[in-house]
């Protein structure tokens, strides 16, 4: 537990010492308060709740949690720091569990800011805190998943931009295609869809519903994702 908790330091340090770290809490604190100024969230006679601003956040966070978490595996392979790394008492997955908590962790600060709105909101109205808070679960499970893929992304390639493509380009693709064909098949491939349909199942804590088919989908994926970037990274040791 400690060298995961140093790993996670010591990245956690780089981001937060990085004009990256600070661009992208500002880029997606823009792009919320664009979204609340255009679905006139705070305007008279408006059900008091977020859920209209909350539903494209997905779609951005497609684009933002990978450039959080492209340089945790990325720039140790170009800089050559991870033969230190290693060779260091430290396990992979201590390295890989230390790297993919200072993204995550990085996220919960960044989603954190978005609390102002919930703030302004109960002021202004009488909010459902209950599907309030399911809401924000459901952003904390989706933003865990998206980060361990963005880890698996960067652990593929040695250039950062390659790793944000990677990240960005798959998770799009999965957030979107599932979405939109889920709603033109039928029969055994709309529950396949339906599965992976991340939207979807955001949509649904957005709604208060907090079902164990959910979480057990975020938690399960999520895990499936460091697990394949504890292998990749192990991999290199035979190389």
């Known amino acids: 537990m400690r060298n995961i908790q140093a790993v996670m330091q010591r990245e956690l340090l780089a981001l937060f010492y990085s004009p990256i770290g600070y661009i992208v809490i500002?880029?997606?604190?823009?792009?919320?308060g664009v979204s609340v100024w255009w679905t006139d969230t705070f305007a008279p006679g408006k059900p008091a709740t977020l859920?209209?601003?909350?539903?494209?956040?997905?779609?951005?966070?497609?684009?933002?949690?990978?450039?959080?978490?492209?340089?945790?595996?990325?720039?140790?392979?170009?800089?050559?720091?991870?033969?230190t790394l290693m060779t260091?008492?430290?396990?992979?997955f201590q390295m890989v569990m230390g790297k993919y908590l200072a993204a995550l962790v990085f996220y919960l600060v960044m989603l954190a800011t978005t609390?102002?709105?919930?703030?302004?909101?109960?002021?202004y109205g009488d909010p459902d805190?209950?599907?309030?808070?399911?809401?924000?679960?459901?952003?904390?499970?989706?933003?865990a998943l998206f980060s361990a893929f963005s880890v698996f992304a960067s652990s593929l390639t040695a250039n950062q931009v390659v790793a944000w493509i990677l990240g960005w380009v798959p998770l799009l693709l999965f957030a979107c295609l599932a979405f939109?064909?889920?709603?033109?098949?039928?029969?055994?491939?709309?529950?396949?869809?339906?599965?992976v349909n991340v939207i979807g199942r955001f949509d649904d804590f957005s709604k208060g519903?907090?079902?164990?088919?959910?979480?057990?989908?975020?938690?399960?994926?999520?895990?499936?994702?460091?697990?394949?970037?504890?292998?990749?990274v192990e991999s290199r040791r035979w190389r």
């Open 88 to 92: 260091a008492p430290l396990s992979d």
């Open 129 to 143: 805190w209950g599907a309030t808070a399911a809401t924000y679960l459901g952003l904390v499970l989706i933003g």
């Open 180 to 195: 939109f064909v889920v709603r033109q098949v039928e029969g055994v491939w709309r529950q396949v869809f339906q599965q």
């Open 26 to 32: 500002a880029g997606f604190l823009l792009i919320t």
């Open 209 to 232: 519903l907090i079902t164990t088919d959910g979480v057990t989908f975020f938690v399960g994926a999520t895990a499936l994702f460091v697990f394949l970037t504890v292998k990749v």
């Open 51 to 83: 859920r209209e601003v909350f539903f494209w956040t997905p779609w951005i966070l497609t684009v933002i949690v990978p450039a959080i978490s492209m340089r945790m595996l990325s720039e140790e392979y170009r800089s050559g720091t991870i033969e």
């Open 115 to 123: 609390l102002l709105y919930v703030v302004l909101m109960g002021f």
